[in-house]
T-cell receptor, first 113, second 113 residues
C-alpha cells in the first residue's frame, strides 16, 4: 500500500473517551488526508494536510482534530468519541495533490460503544 | 460525498461485461477517478480520465465520460471472480485551495462463477 501504515487497525472505545488514530507514510508525500467511510455515504473527507503544521478542514470535520508535526505522521484525534463516529477511517497520501495518484491505507475500524 | 451517486449493487456472471455507472455534480472537476476496494483493503486507483476526454481504455477497463450529463461509467470486459469488490467513482473539487476527492457511495460488484 505504497508505504502507508495506519494504527491501530481496529479499536473499540467508550463514548466520551479520547481516541487518536495514526497514519504513517514512508513516501515523503506532501499531502495527507483522513477520510471516513460509512454505508450509504461513500468516503467523506475529514481533514487534510498540505505540509508540516499545515492542515485544513474537510467536509465532515466537526468533532475531529488533526496534527502534523512531521512529514511522515498525520494524527486524527476524536476529543470525545461519540457513537456517530463509529466508522472505518482511511488515510491517504498524495505527492502533488489529488491530480496525481492518491494512495490509501488499509483503514482503521473504530467502534464507539 | 452523497452528491456523487452510484447504484449500490451489481451482479454479473463470470465472462460477461460489467458496467458501473456514476453521476457527479461539479462540472468544473478536472479529473474523475475509479477506485477498487477489496475486502479489508484500502482503495486502489484503477484508472482516471481527464474531463476533456470522452473515453479511455486500459486493457479490460473502459471509462466513458459524458460531461453534458455529468455521467461516468466503468466497463469491465470479461469479468472475473477476482473483480468482485466495491468500486468507487470520485471527482476532484477545489473548494478550499487544494484538490480534494469526493467519492460516491460505491457499487458492490459480485461476480457469479
Amino acid at each position: 500500500d505504497a508505504g502507508i501504515t495506519q494504527s491501530p487497525r481496529h479499536k473499540v472505545t467508550e463514548t466520551g473517551t479520547p481516541v487518536t488514530l495514526r497514519c504513517h507514510q514512508t513516501e515523503n508525500h506532501r499531502y495527507m488526508y483522513w477520510y471516513r467511510q460509512d454505508p450509504g455515504h461513500g468516503l467523506r473527507l475529514i481533514h487534510y494536510s498540505y505540509g508540516v503544521k499545515d492542515t485544513d478542514k474537510g467536509e465532515v470535520s466537526d468533532g475531529y482534530s488533526v496534527s502534523r508535526s512531521k512529514t511522515e505522521d498525520f494524527l486524527l484525534t476524536l476529543e470525545s468519541a461519540t457513537s456517530s463516529q463509529t466508522s472505518v477511517y482511511f488515510c491517504a497520501i498524495s505527492e502533488k495533490g489529488i491530480v496525481t495518484e492518491a494512495f490509501f491505507g488499509q483503514g482503521t475500524r473504530l467502534t464507539v460503544v | 460525498g452523497e452528491d456523487v451517486e452510484q447504484s449500490l449493487f451489481l451482479s454479473v456472471r463470470e465472462g460477461d461485461s460489467s458496467v458501473i455507472n456514476c453521476t457527479y455534480t461539479d462540472s468544473s472537476s478536472t479529473y474523475l477517478y475509479w477506485y477498487k476496494q477489496e475486502p479489508g483493503a484500502g482503495l486502489q486507483l484503477l484508472t482516471y480520465i481527464f474531463s476533456n476526454m470522452d473515453m479511455k481504455q486500459d486493457q479490460r477497463l473502459t471509462v466513458l465520460l459524458n460531461k453534458k450529463d455529468k455521467h461516468l461509467s466503468l466497463r469491465i470486459a470479461d469479468t472475473q471472480t477476482g473483480d468482485s469488490a466495491i468500486y468507487f467513482c470520485a471527482e476532484n473539487r477545489d473548494q478550499t485551495g487544494a484538490n480534494n476527492l469526493f467519492f460516491g457511495t460505491g457499487t458492490r460488484l459480485t461476480v457469479i462463477p
